[in-house]
T-cell receptor, first 115, second 112 residues
Framework: DAGITQSPRHKVTETGTPVTLRCHQT?????MYWYRQDPGHGLRLIHY???????DKGEVSDGYSVSRSKTEDFLLTLESATSSQTSVYFC??????????????FGPGTRLTVT | GQQLNQSPQSMFIQEGEDVSMNCTSS?????WLWYKQDPGEGPVLLIA?????ELTSNGRLTAQFGITRKDSFLNISASIPSDVGIYFC????????????FGQGTRLTINP
C-alpha cells in the first residue's frame, strides 16, 4: 500500500469555523490531490499540487484553500465551514516520469461533518 | 467539463457469476484506471490501461481500453463474496497535472 495517511480521520465541526485537513505521504511523489466524495457525485477534485508551493484549482474549489510547504504534506483548509462541505475527503498522490502519466493512489479518507 | 458515464449503477448477482461493467466518455483519455472501494476506505487501484486496444488482466479481473479511447470495460470472472464493493472507472488527462475524471461507480452486491 502507498504510504499515505490522513488526519484527522473523523471530525465534527460547527458552521463558520475553520477546519484544516492534513495529508501526509512517505513516497516522495511529486503530485498530490484533494477530492471530496458525495453520494450521487462520485469523486470530485478540489485542488491539486504539482510541487512544493505549486497548487491549482480543481472542479469544486470554491470555499477551499490548500498549501504545500513540504513534499510530504498537503493541507486542505475550509476557511469557514458550511453544511454543504459535509463530505468524505480523500487525498491522493501520483508520480510521473519521462512524460508518462502514472496512477493515483488514495489515502484512507477523512469524514467531515459540519453541523 | 469532462464526464464519464459508468454503467450499470448497481448489480445484484449470485456468487460464481461473471460481472461486466463499462465506462464511456465524450472525451478522449490517454489512460484508463479501474478502482475498487470498500466501505469506509479509500479507492484501491485494480488495473491501469495505457494504450488504446490494450487488454490487461489482474487475477480474475480483466479490463480493456477501447480502441476509440473513449471507453473502457471491466470484467470479473467467477465472483466471490470479497468482490462486493463499489467499482469506479477513471480517465486520466495526461496533460499538466494528470487530473482524474471519475465515473459515478458501480455498486456490486453478491448473494451467496
Amino acid at each position: 500500500d502507498a504510504g499515505i495517511t490522513q488526519s484527522p480521520r473523523h471530525k465534527v465541526t460547527e458552521t463558520g469555523t475553520p477546519v484544516t485537513l492534513r495529508c501526509h505521504q512517505t513516497e516522495n511523489h511529486r503530485y498530490m490531490y484533494w477530492y471530496r466524495q458525495d453520494p450521487g457525485h462520485g469523486l470530485r477534485l478540489i485542488h491539486y499540487s504539482y510541487g512544493v508551493k505549486d497548487t491549482d484549482k480543481g472542479e469544486v474549489s470554491d470555499g477551499y484553500s490548500v498549501s504545500r510547504s513540504k513534499t510530504e504534506d498537503f493541507l486542505l483548509t475550509l476557511e469557514s465551514a458550511t453544511s454543504s462541505q459535509t463530505s468524505v475527503y480523500f487525498c491522493a498522490i501520483s508520480e510521473s516520469w519521462l512524460a508518462v502519466p502514472h496512477e493515483q493512489y488514495f489515502g484512507p479518507g477523512t469524514r467531515l461533518t459540519v453541523t | 467539463g469532462q464526464q464519464l458515464n459508468q454503467s450499470p449503477q448497481s448489480m445484484f448477482i449470485q456468487e460464481g457469476e461473471d460481472v461486466s461493467m463499462n465506462c464511456t466518455s465524450s472525451s478522449i483519455f490517454n489512460t484508463w484506471l479501474w478502482y475498487k472501494q470498500d466501505p469506509g476506505e479509500g479507492p484501491v487501484l485494480l488495473i491501469a490501461l495505457y494504450k488504446a486496444g490494450e487488454l490487461t488482466s489482474n487475477g480474475r479481473l480483466t479490463a480493456q481500453f477501447g480502441i476509440t479511447r473513449k471507453d473502457s470495460f471491466l470484467n470479473i470472472s467467477a465472483s466471490i463474496p470479497s468482490d462486493v464493493g463499489i467499482y469506479f472507472c477513471a480517465g486520466l488527462d495526461s496533460q499538466g497535472a494528470q487530473k482524474l475524471v471519475f465515473g459515478q461507480g458501480t455498486r456490486l452486491t453478491i448473494n451467496p
